[in-house]
């Protein structure tokens, strides 16, 4: 079984979505093309999240990596604080940050044993995150631990029942961070079950495919070329409930 140690070893070596930037990591390049990239392939976040929502009111990010979400927050005058289990992540997140003329307060910190009071935040935002940890229930009580009440919480873990799981299986293409010490998927009544102690839960299935930067060859030219536009002009109600992605939004 992995251990908190065995996670944090792992996220000090790896960044999300190091392979689509030729810039030297940390450089102003690098930020700007994590950012592009970040919202390309999860579009759908500039439309369920309200970046701009949290003027004035505290929001952490648990698991923050780079800061690439949690700048947009920054920019949308929330006072913000961001977590991550890896000394080389917030590092990079305070590099964004300070490049960008935006205040943050950056902490190295486990998400399963947060270092803040009860009831501290008006949001906690945890995207991509649960997946990875060594204890998913602990996480998640500690996020709903130092949330206001009446406060938001948004979860983010991926479909064991989607098209990309399948797919990846078919393809025999590995998943992003599939040597990763932890790596779960749920369905979506199982992250429903996980995310019972908040008052309510909403859970939206999103991340259906897009054309994709990663991957070469004749597999990633029948996926371009091919699946992704069949895929696509599915019905969406028919899809829906296979979407990549489960993103919950949650109100203690």
Same mark, same amino acid.
């Given at each position: 079984?992995?251990?908190?140690?065995?996670?944090?070893?792992?996220?000090?070596?790896?960044?999300?979505?190091?392979?689509?930037?030729?810039?030297?990591?940390?450089?102003?390049?690098?930020?700007?093309?994590?950012?592009?990239?970040?919202?390309?392939?999860?579009?759908?976040?500039?439309?369920?999240?309200?970046?701009?929502?949290?003027?004035?009111?505290?929001?952490?990010?648990?698991?923050?990596?780079?800061?690439?979400?949690?700048?947009?927050?920054?920019?949308?005058?929330?006072?913000?604080?961001?977590?991550?289990?890896?000394?080389?992540?917030?590092?990079?997140?305070?590099?964004?940050?300070?490049?960008?003329?935006?205040?943050?307060?950056?902490?190295?910190?486990?998400?399963?044993?947060?270092?803040?009071?009860?009831?501290? @935040?008006?949001?906690?935002?945890?995207?991509?995150?649960?997946?990875?940890?060594?204890?998913?229930?602990?996480? &998640?009580?500690?996020?709903?631990?130092?949330?206001?009440?009446?406060?938001?919480?948004?979860?983010?873990?991926?479909?064991?029942?989607?098209?990309?799981?399948?797919?990846?299986?078919?393809?025999?293409?590995?998943?992003?961070?599939?040597?990763?010490?932890?790596?779960?998927?749920?369905?979506?009544?199982?992250?429903?079950?996980?995310?019972?102690?908040?008052?309510?839960?909403?859970?939206?299935?999103?991340?259906?495919?897009?054309?994709?930067?990663?991957?070469?060859?004749?597999?990633?030219? &029948?996926?371009?070329?091919? @699946?992704?536009?069949?895929?696509?002009?599915?019905?969406?109600?028919? &899809?829906?409930?296979?979407?990549?992605?489960?993103?919950?939004?949650?109100?203690?």
């Amino acid at each position: 079984m992995a251990t908190v140690d065995d996670v944090r070893a792992y996220w000090e070596r790896h960044i999300h979505d190091l392979e689509i930037t030729q810039h030297p990591v940390g450089s102003r390049g690098f930020f700007d093309d994590l950012d592009q990239y970040h919202f390309e392939k999860l579009h759908h976040l500039l439309r369920l999240v309200d970046f701009d929502g949290y003027r004035g009111r505290r929001v952490l990010e648990v698991g923050c990596g780079a800061g690439v979400d949690l700048a947009r927050f920054a920019r949308g005058g929330a006072i913000v604080t961001g977590v991550d289990l890896a000394e080389s992540a917030i590092a990079l997140a305070r590099a964004n940050f300070e490049q960008q003329g935006l205040r943050g307060d950056f902490r190295v910190a486990d998400g399963e044993s947060l270092p803040f009071g009860d009831d501290s @935040f008006d949001l906690v935002y945890a995207h991509g995150v649960v997946q990875y940890t060594a204890n998913p229930e602990r996480l &998640v009580a500690e996020c709903r631990r130092v949330l206001k009440p009446g406060g938001d919480a948004v979860f983010q873990v991926y479909n064991r029942i989607s098209w990309l799981n399948a797919l990846s299986h078919l393809m025999k293409v590995g998943l992003e961070h599939q040597d990763a010490p932890v790596l779960l998927k749920f369905s979506i009544g199982e992250f429903k079950r996980l995310l019972r102690g908040f008052a309510e839960v909403r859970v939206v299935p999103e991340r259906f495919p897009v054309k994709s930067r990663l991957h070469g060859g004749w597999k990633g030219a &029948v996926y371009n070329g091919l @699946f992704v536009g069949a895929f696509n002009v599915l019905p969406r109600s028919m &899809v829906q409930p296979f979407g990549w992605h489960l993103l919950a939004f949650c109100r203690k």
